[in-house]
């Protein structure tokens, strides 16, 4: 489905796109996204849901700059908003990995909202990848969008590459609150409890240094 305006689309990465706005981009109407909305609002904090929500922009809006084509927009929209779901304690797995948890959630999601099994399976995947060190585009173009778009709205990786006004836009709209404080807590809790999982690795990567440092505030 596509999501982004009719100006948007249709672009080559050689090609000047148009100034990026906030209304460049609208939500999908579909039951899929709509639930996933309903449930991450129900679950997260404000400012766990803020994240969501300019994680999603933020990976859009990287598409449009890279000139990114073939993009399953429903399926980005819906891996960006329950990405950290499984950071809610509602849905926390004993063993597995928050985002693996979490990918689980939109497969159960997305299947009672009709999505056959494999695209279900493809929204387990983009969730789980978006926690890699990087995905390569040509293998999950939307795994990689929501990887560079986390990247950004955590530790401020490439804040440079989308335009000033649009990151003042989105911030202003869904401003960041207590990210740094709540999303740092919450991982450090994943990384004591399952050592094993993705969370350490960003622990010990300083996640919580990047998160007090990053220059979106």
Same mark, same amino acid.
């Given at each position: 489905m596509q999501s982004r305006s009719d100006t948007l689309t249709g672009m080559s990465a050689h090609e000047t796109h148009p100034p990026l706005h906030l209304d460049s981009f609208e939500a999908p109407r579909t039951p899929a996204a709509?639930? /996933?909305l309903s449930l991450a609002t129900q679950y997260h904090s404000p400012a766990i849901?803020?994240?969501v929500v300019r994680s999603w922009l933020w990976a859009e809006a990287f598409a449009v700059i890279e000139g990114r084509q073939d993009i399953d927009h429903?399926?980005?929209y819906v891996s960006a908003v329950l990405h950290d779901i499984g950071l809610a304690p509602e849905f926390d797995n004993v063993f597995r990995s928050y985002e693996e948890a979490g990918g689980h959630v939109a497969v159960a999601l997305t299947r009672g909202a009709g999505w056959d099994e494999r695209r279900g399976?493809? /929204?387990l995947?983009?969730?789980v990848r978006h926690n890699w060190p990087s995905v390569d585009? /040509?293998?999950d173009v939307e795994g990689y969008l929501l990887e560079i778009a986390t990247g950004l709205d955590i530790s401020g990786a490439r804040s440079d590459a989308l335009p000033e006004p649009f990151l003042r836009e989105v911030l202003e709209a869904h401003?960041?609150?207590d990210l740094a404080t709540e999303f740092g807590s919450g991982v450090v809790d994943q990384a004591a409890r399952k050592p094993h999982t993705a969370a350490h690795r960003l622990v010990e990567g300083g996640v919580v240094r990047k998160l007090e440092q990053n220059p979106l505030g």
């Open positions: 709509v639930a /996933a849901l803020n994240h429903e399926l980005l399976t493809r /929204a995947e983009v969730i585009p /040509a293998v401003p960041r609150l």
